[in-house]
């Protein structure tokens, strides 16, 4: 299991501090802010991963300067990011975001609708699909928490046999979460409060 640390809100001390640690994947959610980190530690080797929502003008960026999307919620982003991912790069990691709990207000794609999304995004050309991500609406105790969570694993088993893939992935779990998230076989937990403390807003 990988620890995707999230280091949005938080100034490069803290992430250089967390580098020392020996972390060396780091999660952003806004653009701008991430291009500035991404480019103050050029000189190291980190993993950037993008967790935050996704406008369309925004992918170029994206697929410039990031290992990981974890946010592709609909076919045409997913489509300019293989179109703008540079050839000298290696494909771009990436995980479709699902709305688990079905609010309406959430972004992600709804569970039936992967099967129809899954076959075109495995045939783009610069893009690594490896899995699925989510954010489910918060829940009270360990045992409601896994609820959610146990839905994507199984979406994601699903879509390994029917398309016969090795998604590898379950982008799930933060601090409030990641007990219930890792019982449910997370693979890569993102966590921001429970590493860096309170975000400045
Ligand atoms: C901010 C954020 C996190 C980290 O949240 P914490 O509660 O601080 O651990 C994880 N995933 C996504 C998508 C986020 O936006």
């Given at each position: 299991?990988?620890?995707?640390?999230?280091?949005?809100?938080?100034d490069c001390?803290?992430?250089q501090q967390?580098?020392d640690?020996?972390?060396?994947?780091?999660?952003e959610?806004?653009?701008?802010?991430a291009?500035?980190?991404?480019?103050?530690?050029?000189?190291?080797?980190?993993?950037?991963?993008?967790?935050?929502?996704?406008?369309?003008?925004?992918?170029?960026?994206?697929?410039e300067?990031?290992d990981?999307?974890?946010t592709?919620?609909r076919?045409k982003?997913?489509?300019?990011?293989?179109?703008?991912?540079?050839?000298?790069?290696a494909p771009?990691?990436i995980?479709?975001?699902?709305?688990v709990?079905?609010e309406?207000?959430k972004?992600?794609?709804l569970?039936?609708?992967?099967?129809?999304?899954?076959?075109?995004v495995?045939?783009?050309?610069?893009?690594c699909?490896?899995?699925?991500?989510?954010?489910?609406?918060?829940?009270?105790?360990f045992e409601?928490q896994?609820?959610?969570f146990?839905q994507?694993?199984?979406a994601?088993?699903?879509?390994?046999?029917q398309?016969?893939?090795?998604?590898?992935?379950?982008?799930m779990?933060?601090?409030?979460?990641?007990?219930?998230?890792i019982?449910?076989g997370?693979?890569?937990?993102?966590?921001?409060?429970a590493?860096?403390?309170?975000r400045?807003?």
């Open positions: 299991m990988q620890l995707l640390a999230v280091s949005k809100r938080h001390s803290k992430i967390a580098i640690a020996g972390q060396t994947a780091f999660g959610n806004y653009l701008q802010e291009l500035d980190k991404i480019q103050y530690f050029s000189d190291c080797q980190l993993q950037w991963h993008f967790i935050g929502p996704i406008q369309s003008n925004k992918t170029r960026k994206l697929a300067h990031f990981w999307v974890h592709v919620d076919l982003i997913a489509q300019r990011l293989s179109e703008q991912r540079p050839a000298d790069l771009l990691n995980c479709l975001q699902v709305n709990s079905e309406g207000t972004s992600g794609l569970l039936h609708e992967l099967n129809e999304v899954v076959p075109q495995i045939a783009l050309p610069n893009l699909l490896r899995g699925l991500m989510a954010i489910p609406a918060p829940a009270a105790g409601q896994r609820v959610p146990q994507l694993r199984e994601l088993q699903q879509l390994n046999q398309y016969q893939l090795n998604l590898d992935t379950l982008s779990g933060m601090s409030d979460d990641m007990e219930a998230a019982a449910e997370a693979t890569i937990v993102r966590v921001g409060t590493i860096f403390g309170q400045l807003t």
